[in-house]
């Protein structure tokens, strides 16, 4: 089934969650992707998770949301890292429609503002 949705209209809202977990194959992918070794590459772009063992990719402050992933272009609200991104990253948002999207659709009719953001 097609996708209803289109990242590209789209802040990139799911960037902006607190917990982008991050397994030691997409990590592997990360560190081939900049030429990396292993240990740097998790000390560089991942921090600890809310559960034991869990890595998660680190933020840094957006002018949209409070703070969204290092790898998020902010200006045009793309991922820098697209072939290498995480494999949560990959099958976001896991069926053909976005919640996400239907909303700041609808919002963006209302408003009648084809680029309206909701305050975050």
Do not use: N, W
């Amino acid at each position: 089934m097609a996708a209803s949705y289109d990242c590209g209209r789209c802040p990139a809202y799911c960037c902006s969650y607190p917990r982008v977990i991050v397994s030691k194959r997409d990590l592997k992918r990360l560190a081939r992707h900049f030429g990396l070794d292993l240990e740097t590459a998790r000390r560089r772009f991942t921090k600890k998770g809310e559960k034991k063992g869990e890595r998660v990719l680190r933020h840094r402050k957006d002018h949209i949301y409070k703070s969204v992933c290092r790898f998020l272009d902010r200006q045009d609200r793309s991922c820098t890292v697209y072939e290498a991104r995480p494999k949560i990253c990959r099958q976001y948002p896991g069926e053909p429609a976005c919640g996400y999207y239907d909303f700041l659709s609808f919002e963006r009719r209302a408003q009648e503002d084809p680029e309206f953001i909701p305050s975050a």
